[in-house]
C-alpha cells in the first residue's frame, strides 16, 4: 500500500514558465511533508518542508502548498530553470516516528 | 569532509561474497538510516539508527546487517546477495527531536550483483 504517490513520472516546462509537481497521499497521521531533489549518482538533497498547521511555506522560487482535506500537496517552482531539472520526491512524517515515507518521484526537465 | 559521505560510491560483487558498505555524517545528528533505492519504485526504509540503538527494520532479509558502532557512523554489512538486490543504498542522518525532521542524505553506493 503506498502511502505517497506522485502519479507524474515525468513532467517537461519551458524555461522560465511554472513548474507545478503534485503528490498525494493517504495516510491522515501525517503532519510534516517534505521535497527533495535529486540529480544522477546523488543522494537526495532536502528542497523545502511544510507543516500540517500550514497550507502554504515560500522560499525563494519554491513554494509548497498543503491541502490537508483533500490529502494533497504541491511543490511549485517560478520561474523554472535548467538546473531545476531533475528527480523530485515528496516525502511524509508523523510526529513520534522517524520514518519518512517516500514518492517513486516525478522526473522534471526544463526546456531551455 | 561535510555533510554524510558514504563508500565506496560503486561496488559490483558476486552473489557469494561478503562486503560493507560505510557511511559517516559530520552534522552531529543523532539517528542514522539506511534506503534502498530500486528503478521506478519509492525509496524504501531499511533500519533506522536512533542514538546508536536500532530502532526499526522493516523486514529486510538477514542477508543485510547493519551495524552502528557510534552516532557518526553507521554500516551495512552485505553477504550472499540476490541479483534483485542491485540498486543504490543512501545513508541518511538526522537530528531527531521527536517530530518533524529533515534527513540528509548522502550520495549513495550503488551497488550490481552479478
Known amino acids: 500500500d503506498q502511502q505517497v504517490k506522485q502519479n507524474s513520472p515525468s513532467l517537461s516546462v519551458q524555461e522560465g514558465r511554472i513548474s507545478i509537481l503534485n503528490c498525494d497521499y493517504t495516510n491522515s497521521m501525517f503532519d510534516y511533508f517534505l521535497w527533495y531533489k535529486k540529480y544522477p549518482a546523488e543522494g537526495p538533497t532536502f528542497l523545502i518542508s511544510i507543516s500540517s498547521i500550514k497550507d502554504k511555506n515560500e522560499d525563494g522560487r519554491f513554494t509548497v502548498f498543503l491541502n490537508k482535506s483533500a490529502k494533497h500537496l504541491s511543490l511549485h517552482i517560478v520561474p523554472s530553470q535548467p538546473g531545476d531539472s531533475a528527480v523530485y520526491f515528496c516525502a511524509a512524517i508523523w510526529s513520534g516516528n522517524e520514518k519518512l515515507t517516500f514518492g517513486t518521484g516525478t522526473r522534471l526537465t526544463i526546456i531551455p | 569532509e561535510t555533510g554524510v559521505t558514504q563508500t565506496p560510491r560503486h561496488l559490483v560483487m558476486g552473489m557469494t561474497n561478503k562486503k560493507s558498505l560505510k557511511c559517516e555524517q559530520h552534522l552531529g545528528h543523532n539517528a542514522m538510516y539506511w534506503y534502498k533505492q530500486s528503478a521506478k519504485k519509492p525509496l524504501e526504509l531499511m533500519f533506522v539508527?536512533?542514538?546508536?540503538?536500532?530502532?526499526e527494520n522493516n523486514s529486510v532479509p538477514s542477508r543485510f546487517s547493519p551495524e552502528c558502532p557510534n552516532s557518526s557512523h553507521l554500516f551495512l554489512h552485505l553477504h550472499t546477495l540476490q541479483p534483485e538486490d542491485s540498486a543504490l543504498y543512501l545513508c541518511?542522518?538526522?537530528?531527531?527531536?521527536?517530530?518533524?525532521?529533515?534527513?540528509?542524505f548522502g550520495p549513495g553506493t550503488r551497488l550490481t550483483v552479478l
Open positions: 541518511a542522518s538526522s537530528q531527531w527531536d521527536r517530530g518533524s525532521d529533515t534527513q540528509y
Open positions: 539508527y536512533n542514538f546508536k540503538e536500532q530502532t
